[in-house]
């Protein structure tokens, strides 16, 4: 693994985002995303096969900084989805004074989620659900916190509100997909990104990009560039943004 930016280093893994986890800023929304080079999202309907093990290695890091890790109802569709971490880093986040393993969230679709061997873990106390207001809760209430919209889909101003306010949740890591980054960049709510260029073309027109919608969101805001590093060909990328 090297450093790329802002120094020029060989470094560790382990290195990469150790800084995460003791971070105590202020409220921040994270996204973390996965592409091609060619900026595909998903290969097949699945974004597993993108990223490489030292990939899945970093995601697990950025997790670990977490209080929440938050998917989209599209994505429980396609992928199994573990948001936990290991037990090294369980370790980390008690020592830095936070719930060993980071809350899950999902922005259920219109037919509701179906969790059914989705998520490995499923309590009310580990996993919190929002849903669009004509979903029915019912089905989820013995696995799950639920929230319903009071109309239409779940706002994602609500959401960072309510996990905030309710759950204490400082730092929400979104993981996808497109259409959950597209909602929460579109409100401006997004502080960091966490993006790996992996070293594969997909050359498939018809897979998802990092964006889905077709709404316009503004005009284009700068990014302040945090740190690059690279391994085997793949680059992994932290922007911050600023604050709309
Ligand atoms: N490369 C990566 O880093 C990465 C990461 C994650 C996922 N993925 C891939 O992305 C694909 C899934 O993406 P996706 O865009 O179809 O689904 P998604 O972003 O995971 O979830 C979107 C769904 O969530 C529901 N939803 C609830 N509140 C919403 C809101 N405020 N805004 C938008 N949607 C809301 C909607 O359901 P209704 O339409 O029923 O209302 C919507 O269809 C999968 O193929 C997965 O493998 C890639």
Redesign the pocket.
């Known amino acids: 693994m090297r450093q790329l930016f802002p120094a020029l280093r060989v470094c560790d893994t382990t290195d990469v985002y150790a800084d995460l986890v003791f971070d105590s800023a202020d409220r921040e929304v994270w996204m973390?995303?996965?592409?091609t080079l060619d900026g595909r999202?998903?290969i097949d309907?699945?974004?597993h096969g993108?990223g490489s093990a030292t990939d899945h290695v970093l995601m697990r890091q950025i997790r670990a900084g977490a209080d929440a890790v938050l998917?989209?109802?599209?994505?429980?569709r396609?992928?199994c989805v573990s948001p936990g971490v290991p037990a090294v880093l369980r370790a980390a986040r008690i020592a830095a004074n936070r719930r060993p393993q980071p809350l899950s969230v999902v922005?259920?679709?219109?037919?509701g989620v179906d969790l059914r061997g989705r998520l490995a873990r499923s309590s009310p106390d580990d996993l919190v659900v929002?849903l669009?207001h004509e979903a029915d809760p019912a089905p989820l209430n013995d696995h799950a916190t639920v929230y319903r919209a009071e109309s239409g889909?779940?706002?994602?101003v609500d959401v960072v509100h309510i996990l905030h306010e309710r759950h204490k949740v400082r730092r929400l890591l979104i993981?996808?997909?497109?259409?959950?980054?597209?909602?929460f960049l579109q409100c401006g709510l997004v502080d960091q990104i966490f993006w790996t260029v992996a070293p594969k073309v997909s050359a498939d027109a018809s897979a998802?990009d990092m964006l889905?919608g077709t709404a316009y969101g503004g005009p284009p805001s700068g990014a302040l560039l945090q740190t690059i590093f690279e391994h085997e060909g793949e680059l992994y990328l932290r922007y911050r943004l600023p604050k709309r």
């Open positions: 973390n995303v996965v592409t999202t998903a309907n699945k974004s993108i998917f989209g109802a599209g994505t429980i396609q992928e922005l259920g679709g219109r037919d929002f669009p889909r779940p706002d994602p993981e996808g997909g497109p259409s959950i980054y597209t909602a998802a889905a």
